[in-house]
């Protein structure tokens, strides 16, 4: 999308003007692209669980942040197939919406996470990737969102309060509490993390269980001083 020219205007800017001034409105600079979407298939979802859970009774995984990892190659199995048809049609929407240009594109790792309530992961980027996602297979009661941070390093530099934050220009993080079926696909670039939920007699002993997953393209890209070929 093009914004170039547009103005984004929030409130009421001539609100205590003088005819001194002639207000143009603002422009939102540098926004970041985070693409939220539902698999209402509810079908999608529990197959994948159950993949998933087969996996982790016959396969080692890895053990990482207090929780349980498959290997990163789920897109190859079969039983998988289905659903990264859905992850691969997803991530068409937020290339084409951000119109990158391509031949095509694919999922180049894709994982599952198992882990207790309360289990942090650390705050990290994706590398090796363009676009990267998210969807949800289980959120049992006190599971935590993925909670996402504001890449720019100088931005908390002056922090005013503000009666009305927004994270689209602030430096803070942002999540929202995930219901299973959710994705969420992301620049592989932005840092993300999950924090540490404080364990209670209330939550039961269900997993959190995730998939997460990497988009790259196949492309020739003509910039000039920075062409590159994506194969």
């Known amino acids: 999308m093009n914004m170039a020219g547009k103005h ?18 603002m422009v939102s600079l540098f926004a970041t692209p985070v693409f939220l979407s539902h698999i209402t298939d ?3 979802i529990n197959d994948a669980v159950d993949n998933v859970l087969k996996l982790k009774e016959k396969t080692p ?14 897109q190859t199995l079969p039983e998988f197939d289905s659903l990264s048809s859905v992850l691969l049609d997803a991530a068409k929407v937020a290339l084409d919406e951000m119109t990158i240009k391509r031949d095509s594109h694919y999922i ?10 309360g289990t942090a992961h650390g705050e990290h980027i994706h590398s090796n990737s363009i676009y990267s996602g998210v969807l949800y297979l289980r959120t049992p009661k006190g599971a935590g969102p993925t909670l996402f941070s504001d ?3 100088v931005v908390n530099m002056l922090r005013p309060d503000y009666e009305k934050p927004n994270p689209m220009y602030l430096g803070a993080r942002w999540g929202q509490l995930p219901k299973e079926g959710d994705l969420i696909i992301f620049p592989s670039w932005l840092p993300h993390s999950v924090e540490t939920v404080p364990r209670n007699d209330t939550l039961g002993d269900d997993a959190r269980i995730t998939l ?5 393209i196949r492309s020739n890209v003509e ?5 590159i070929e994506f194969k």
Do not use: H
């Open 223 to 227: 910039f000039d001083t920075a062409k």
């Open 8 to 25: 984004i205007v929030i409130g009421d800017w001539n609100k205590n003007m003088t005819n001194k001034i002639d207000y143009n409105g």
């Open 212 to 216: 997460s997953f990497n988009i790259m």
């Open 108 to 117: 180049s790792c894709m994982w599952a996470n198992t882990a207790p309530i």
């Open 151 to 153: 890449p720019r390093p």
């Open 42 to 44: 509810e079908t999608i």
């Open 61 to 74: 995984g890895v053990q990482r942040y207090g929780g349980w990892v498959t290997d990163d190659n789920l």
